[in-house]
């Protein structure tokens, strides 16, 4: 693909100035006339000069890409030139307009270059802003940099830079990637290297100036918005029959019971450390995959659960979610951040983008699931969230404490890659983010994050260094989780966007936040919501757990953002049930509750027929009344 940079721009066409014929009276004394033709050679020699030297400038910064050269002076194009003796010629008015009008257009094409500025260490980064980063129709990386003129120093080129993510400055060891000429708007253009030692899939890019023999950045970094651009899997998303899903028990997988309930959507959890590593089963041999140039060991037998879980959702007809969770491996320590490798005791850990082995490990990761699980054989994964409730610092995405702008730049950095990963192969995967309940409570001290300002900042963090198309996976669970009541009132529940806790009482605060402009997607709508795991314990009666569970479902079938609700669980688990947890659809001892026929009919047309007692414990008379 050819293309134009800003030195390409072609010179304003000009008119001769109108000149009036003069009437001839009487022929001059030869004296006079040789005087005449004298200062006329005088006067075209010198336009010819002029012209000459102009257009040859201006043709060398044009074409002259091979060396680099200082900025023009424009005292080298205007210093007095002798005139230059002149064999006596009888040139017509024509010649001597063209003369002028060929000076005047380079003259022209020179002022109406870009305005020059002083720039500092300090001020340079701000200069220019990368406006896209993509990888274009050709397969190649495509970069755009635009600034309200452009920037004094050394050359006239702007230099493009590749680095890692956890780089944070052009170091002695980074060669440039391309360069142009500076402009107001300059393309620069670099190979992808795609699934090679050599790509640059996952680095970000950032725009320098050579100034006083050094590489200053002029940009902030910007990574590649679109690697859906060179996926495989191209096929259109396809949109569940309804948000009613189920964290299925892998237990009762294999039987009727997801058929009988008419499950539409389902969610399992992938633990990454399993994955990796050799298996010891002669039945399934460990799996070789290479990525990138390095070739990692999968345990088979472990990828084999998954194959089987995933391909009996497909067949079921069933849109699945996976929940990617960092687990601690001794074997395996690179996937855990350098900052959360001691002192936590949560069960996952944030994902190692601060590092080589890290970064390449969860690319190797990414690219792998999203290749074994886009299709119908060994099943297809619709959905991935990244990590479990991030804000939970302490109980389920551990870090080292740190101010919240650090914590979510960690996590923004493993949340690209994944991504990126997934997208690059996938190209309709949708990829989530995982919040909890606990909205603005701006507890003092408080060693945890809010989700209000994790997802402000994140959103912020996604924005300011490439855009792309992140989903929120919440979580509102009722306060306190033993709470049945989803209408009861509480002082941690308002309908403000100050609201300490998100609960399904006040839902429509995290639907109309994120309808504000800065946190809609690439192309102006508002980001995909999943309910991706919420439940309401039996405790206090199952009339009063199926209740709850219609009027969270009416509530979610009234908002088109939120495209999924998972109900936790399929059946009771122990652990929970001793703390008073008992969310499932079915006992642990066997036996069905009443919420498993209201879960079956709540889709359907028959489902006013199972849940309009609700609305008696309730105490209203049409759901409506529950929409804000």
């Not at 400055?169 to 360069?179: E, H, K, L, M």
């Not at 996926?231 to 189920?246: C, D, H, M, N, W």
């Not at 497909?314 to 959360?340: C, D, E, M």
């Not at 005791?345 to 190692?352: E, G, L, R, V």
């Amino acid at each position: 693909m050819s293309f134009k940079t800003g030195n390409d721009k072609e010179p304003a066409k000009y008119k001769p100035a109108n000149r009036r014929k003069k009437k001839i009276r009487k022929k001059p004394a030869a004296g006079a006339r040789k005087r005449f033709t004298n200062r006329l050679w005088i006067l075209l020699a010198s336009a010819l000069v002029l012209a000459v030297t102009g257009t040859i400038f201006f043709f060398t910064v044009i074409r002259q890409k091979e060396e680099a050269e200082p900025e023009p002076n424009l005292s080298e194009i205007v210093e007095e030139k002798e005139p230059v003796p002149l064999p006596e010629v009888d040139m017509g008015e024509d010649v001597i307009g063209h003369i002028v009008t060929a000076g005047n257009a380079v003259w022209d094409a020179f002022n109406r270059r870009p305005e020059s500025h002083e720039i500092t260490v300090d001020t340079a980064e701000d200069f220019a802003d990368i406006t896209e980063c993509i990888i274009d129709s050709s397969g190649r990386i495509s970069v755009t940099a635009k600034g309200e003129g452009i920037p004094k120093s050394d050359d006239k080129y702007y230099y493009l830079f590749a680095l890692n993510t956890y780089d944070t400055a052009i170091s002695g060891n980074n060669n440039y990637v391309a360069r142009d000429y500076k402009d107001n708007e300059t393309v620069l253009f670099t190979s992808l290297n795609y699934n090679t030692s050599s790509s640059r899939l996952f680095k970000k890019f950032v725009v320098a100036v050579k100034k006083d023999g050094e590489y200053v950045p002029v940009s902030t970094p910007k990574y590649i918005t679109n690697p859906e651009a060179i996926a495989r899997y191209t096929s259109v998303f396809q949109e569940p029959a309804s948000i009613k899903g189920l964290l299925v028990d892998p237990n009762r997988l294999r039987g009727s019971e997801l058929d009988d309930l008419g499950v539409k959507q389902a969610a399992y959890n992938i633990p990454v450390a399993r994955l990796l590593g050799p298996t010891t089963s002669a039945a399934y041999p460990s799996i070789q995959y290479t990525y990138n140039g390095k070739t990692y060991t999968l345990n088979g037998q472990v990828v084999a659960e998954y194959d089987l879980v995933f391909s009996t959702l497909t067949a079921k007809g069933i849109t699945t979610t996976a929940i990617i969770l960092n687990n601690y491996s001794p074997s395996y320590p690179q996937l855990i951040h350098p900052q959360a490798r001691r002192g936590g005791s949560a069960p996952y850990y944030m994902f190692n983008g601060a590092e080589e082995s890290g970064v390449e490990y969860m690319a190797a990761i990414g690219s792998f699931l999203a290749e074994r699980y886009s299709d119908t054989r060994h099943g297809k994964i619709s959905n991935w969230i990244i990590a479990n409730e991030i804000n939970a610092r302490k109980e389920w995405n551990y870090m080292a404490h740190t101010d919240i702008e650090t914590y979510v730049e960690e996590f923004a950095k493993g949340f690209r890659v994944l991504y990126t990963a997934i997208k690059s192969v996938s190209s309709s995967a949708r990829v989530y983010i995982s919040l909890d309940q606990q909205w603005d409570r701006n507890i003092k001290n408080n060693t945890n994050y809010d989700g209000r300002d994790i997802l402000d900042v994140f959103n912020n963090n996604i924005t300011e260094k490439g855009n792309i198309d992140w989903g929120l996976a919440q979580h509102p669970y009722n306060v306190p989780l033993t709470e049945t009541r989803i209408w009861k009132s509480s002082k941690y529940v308002e309908h403000n966007p100050g609201t300490s806790m998100m609960t399904m009482e006040n839902i429509e605060v995290l639907i109309n936040y994120l309808r504000q402009e800065h946190f809609l997607d690439s192309t102006g709508q508002v980001r995909s919501i999943l309910i991706s795991e919420l439940g309401y314990t039996s405790t206090a009666g199952e009339a009063m757990q199926a209740a709850a569970f219609a009027y969270a479902y009416y509530k979610m079938e009234a908002y088109d953002e939120i495209d999924g609700f998972l109900l936790n669980r399929q059946t009771d688990a122990g652990e929970e049930v001793a703390q008073g947890l008992a969310f499932g659809l079915n006992h642990g001892g066997g036996g069905q509750k009443q919420l498993y026929t209201v879960f079956k009919y709540i889709d359907t047309p028959q489902h006013a027929q199972y849940t309009d007692f609700a609305k008696g414990i309730i105490g209203i008379s049409s759901w409506s009344e529950i929409i804000r």
